[in-house]
């Protein structure tokens, strides 16, 4: 949903009205807004623009959408490793 909401919607409405070297950073701010806490939303601003940059890039949507789902397979599996 993620993706299809900040890089499907909001980039797409975004890159049409501006370039991507304005469009990519700003949506990556967003999309780290919506993760707290603070040490997590900065990260996720990086996260949120290099998807940016793969859909601009690709053209397809589903690249992002693959990497958002490794990104948050590998972070899940890293918790689950810490609590052993």
């Given amino acids: 949903a993620e ?3 900040f890089r499907g919607l909001l ?18 701010i967003l999309f780290g807004a919506i993760h707290s806490p603070l040490a ?5 601003c990086l996260l949120g623009g290099l998807l940016c940059y793969v859909y601009e890039k690709t053209a ?6 693959v990497l958002h ?3 948050n397979l590998f972070s899940t599996a890293m ?6």
Avoid: W
Avoid at 60 to 65: E, F, H, K, N
């Fill in 3 to 5: 993706e299809l909401f």
């Fill in 11 to 28: 980039y797409g409405v975004m890159r049409r009205r501006t370039s991507a070297g304005v469009a990519i950073p700003a949506v990556g």
């Fill in 40 to 44: 997590v939303a900065l990260p996720m």
């Fill in 60 to 65: 397809r949507l589903a690249v992002p959408i």
């Fill in 69 to 71: 789902l490794v990104f």
């Fill in 79 to 84: 918790l689950l490793a810490h609590r052993l």
